[in-house]
């Protein structure tokens, strides 16, 4: 390896002030990413069992045992299956208030899943734009 060397911190000295505001949204970025990987996790973590135990109990006509395994799980499936076995107790199974039922909750239970892409994506636009600002120079 002949020439010289360019050291990571001699890239940084010579990117500015902006490096450290680079360096602190990759932070905020990496940060996201973790805190959204654990919730994907934790939510998906219990899905499978619930699918196939609430559809055990409800094949066996226990709507109420079905309901309860539901309640008792937590994650976005769970929830979603509980408010669609409340309504079958209630009302028919050809009115829509089911349908509107499982939807609205799926919609209040993908913008918990969501929260917190809009800072992702704020950092992924803003960053380059001061990457180009540091590299304007007196």
């Not at 619930?50 to 799980?73: F, H, M, P, Q, S």
């Amino acid at each position: 390896m002949g020439g010289s060397q360019y050291g990571l911190l001699t890239l940084f000295a010579d990117g500015g002030v902006m490096m450290y505001f680079l360096v602190l949204s990759s932070l905020i970025a990496f940060g996201v990413m973790i805190a959204k990987a654990w919730t994907l996790w934790f939510a998906h973590r219990h899905t499978k069992y619930v699918l196939a135990e609430v559809d055990e109990a409800a094949r066996a006509g226990k709507i109420e045992e079905a309901c309860n395994i539901a309640a008792e799980t937590a994650g976005p499936a769970a929830a979603i299956l509980l408010a669609g076995l409340k309504r079958i107790r209630r009302v028919s199974v050809a009115d829509g208030e089911i349908v509107k039922a499982v939807t609205t909750t799926g919609a209040i239970e993908l913008s918990f899943l969501e929260r917190g892409l809009v800072i992702l994506a704020t950092v992924a636009n803003v960053a380059p734009l001061m990457g180009f600002l540091g590299t304007v120079r007196k």
